[in-house]
């Protein structure tokens, strides 16, 4: 049988051709692969997650997670860059709470933007301001999505950046006191972050580890600042209103707290039961709230104590505005998630015409009231004229915000400078957190600030603040936890 030849030319396409498929076999998924990933990339440690593509993860500013942020971010991202071009010896702070808003938010957008703009302020005190200290800070900023739905990645996230050139060791801010937050805190905690939130308040946040603290009251303490104002108004009776929904550690610990608290020997009473409304069920908690003003009518309390969040106020204000008891006037009291509406939401709560008061975590003004509790030189970067202002023209900070992030990432700041004699790790400044008394306090602008064992500040004072006609906060007075003004030296 005579032997097929095959052209030359003919031999070398078949060749190249069964390269070019082998070739493309490989690559093709690949290519593909690195599209995706493209797709699902917002920035440098930034992904987008969820139905929503929200993009979630940690950056140093690199990326914009909301519009309303990019002066903000373009401050923090600009100083993170001085310490690079400069060759400064630095570890890194990472300020973690939901950046990315939606309905399903406690939190607005001015309050997180007020809380970056104050965790960014103390970033610059600690690295070239009037605390100026070394190691200096890196300032990373840390998105779990709305309601923390992508905690999981950014905690891991965050994780990763101790051992990489950012050297994280403490992560602040935190988020609201829900189950996500908590449980986020807990695994940032056992792998040896040191923890400062800035506003959580549930009155138990367990850490086994012992490496968290934070800058705000308790729940407890603040229905005890809310009973003792109650008492010295002479008011006799009152109804507390609760969120019954599960996971809002925040209204329960709240309404608990505040029940325990109020009646007495002395015949201060609660004239009903607790009435509550369930926000988690969308369809109905806003009709819950309506119903309660006329039963309200009836019951006839001298004050009303609202343990819900601040956008639930807003309704149930609206339900008593439109009551049936046209000519009985109304106090509500509640806590200090109302710092969270925005200054719309404020000034229509305002026009309800129903008198609003609320143990806050925090006003510029509180330094004013009592000198001796609260540390002049961080007040006045709150003042007009001061730093914020200055800085960020637009915005107002009466909510307390600011002033809280601020001293949660000082509080951090204290502690890496008093590590720095040895290895600063997440470890080694956790457990400076406990030795923070006397002349190593906290010079915090929402007061001195040292801790207890459990985490809780020690003594912190809390302020009265009510809403008045324009949707502002007006200082009251300032309160220690057990409720009693501040002792005088």
């Given at each position: 049988m005579p032997r097929l030849e095959w052209p030359l030319h003919i031999v070398r396409r078949v060749v190249i051709g069964v390269i070019v498929v082998a070739v493309l076999a490989v690559a093709v998924p690949l290519t593909v692969d690195w599209i995706q990933e493209r797709r699902a990339r917002c920035g440098d440690g930034v992904v987008k997650m969820g139905d929503d593509h929200?993009?979630?993860?940690?950056?140093?500013?690199?990326?914009?997670?909301?519009?309303?942020?990019?002066?903000?971010?373009?401050?923090?991202?600009?100083?993170?860059?001085?310490?690079?071009?400069?060759?400064?010896?630095?570890?890194?702070?990472?300020?973690?709470?939901s950046f990315t808003l939606t309905d399903d938010d406690s939190n607005s957008e001015e309050s997180v933007r007020h809380e970056l703009e104050g965790a960014y302020l103390a970033q610059y005190r600690h690295n070239r301001g009037d605390r100026?200290?070394?190691?200096?800070?890196?300032?990373?900023?840390?998105?779990?999505?709305?309601?923390?739905?992508?905690?999981?990645?950014?905690?891991d996230e965050l994780i990763d950046r101790k051992t990489s050139h950012d050297k994280l060791v403490a992560v602040t801010g935190l988020g609201p006191s829900d189950e996500s937050n908590l449980t986020a805190l807990k695994r940032l905690s056992r792998?040896?972050?040191?923890?400062?939130?800035?506003?959580?308040?549930?009155?138990?946040?367990?850490?086994?580890?012992?490496?968290?603290?934070?800058?705000?009251?308790?729940?407890?303490?603040?229905?005890?600042?809310?009973?003792?104002?109650?008492?010295?108004?002479?008011?006799?009776?009152?109804?507390?209103?609760?969120?019954?929904?599960?996971?809002?550690?925040?209204?329960?610990t709240l309404g608990d707290a505040f029940t325990d608290v109020f009646q007495d020997a002395k015949g201060h009473e609660l004239v009903a039961d607790r009435m509550t409304y369930d926000s988690s069920v969308r369809k109905t908690w806003q009709n819950e709230l309506q119903y309660m003003s006329g039963q309200l009518c009836d019951q006839k309390p001298e004050?009303?104590?609202f343990a819900g969040r601040g956008k639930h106020l807003t309704r149930f204000l609206d339900a008593i505005a439109n009551r049936p008891c046209q000519d009985r006037e109304f106090?509500?009291?509640?806590?200090?998630?109302?710092t969270n509406l925005t200054a719309d939401d404020l000034a229509h709560a305002a026009e309800t015409g129903v008198r609003v008061l609320y143990t806050g975590l925090a006003h510029p003004d509180m330094?004013?009231?009592?000198?001796?509790?609260?540390?002049?030189?961080?007040?006045?970067?709150?003042?007009?004229?001061?730093?914020?202002?200055?800085?960020?023209?637009?915005?107002?900070?009466?909510?307390g915000q600011a002033i809280m992030a601020h001293d949660a990432v000082l509080t951090a700041a204290q502690g890496i400078r008093m590590a720095a004699l040895g290895d600063v790790t997440g470890e080694s400044v956790a457990r400076m957190f406990h030795q923070m008394n006397s002349g190593q306090r906290v010079p915090g602008a929402s007061g001195f600030l040292s801790f207890q064992d459990n985490g809780n500040p020690r003594d912190k004072v809390i302020p009265i603040l009510h809403l008045n006609a324009k949707g502002r906060s007006e200082l009251v007075e300032v309160s220690q936890p057990r409720g009693e003004p501040p002792a005088k030296q």
């Open positions: 929200e993009c979630v993860g940690v950056t140093d500013g690199s990326f914009i997670f909301a519009d309303h942020l990019k002066s903000v971010e373009d401050k923090i991202k600009e100083e993170n860059d001085l310490l690079e071009e400069h060759g400064e010896k630095y570890v890194s702070v990472a300020y973690m709470t100026s200290s070394s190691p200096k800070i890196k300032l990373l900023i840390a998105n779990m999505g709305s309601v923390a739905a992508h905690w999981e990645h950014t905690v792998n040896g972050l040191a923890l400062v939130a800035s506003t959580m308040t549930t009155t138990r946040i367990e850490d086994p580890e012992g490496r968290f603290v934070r800058v705000s009251p308790t729940n407890v303490d603040e229905a005890y600042a809310a009973s003792a104002y109650l008492k010295k108004q002479k008011v006799r009776t009152a109804v507390v209103v609760q969120d019954d929904a599960r996971k809002n550690y925040y209204a329960k004050a009303v104590f106090m509500v009291i509640t806590g200090d998630d109302t330094w004013q009231k009592d000198r001796d509790s609260v540390s002049r030189l961080s007040a006045r970067h709150f003042q007009p004229g001061g730093s914020l202002a200055k800085w960020f023209p637009d915005d107002q900070h009466q909510d």
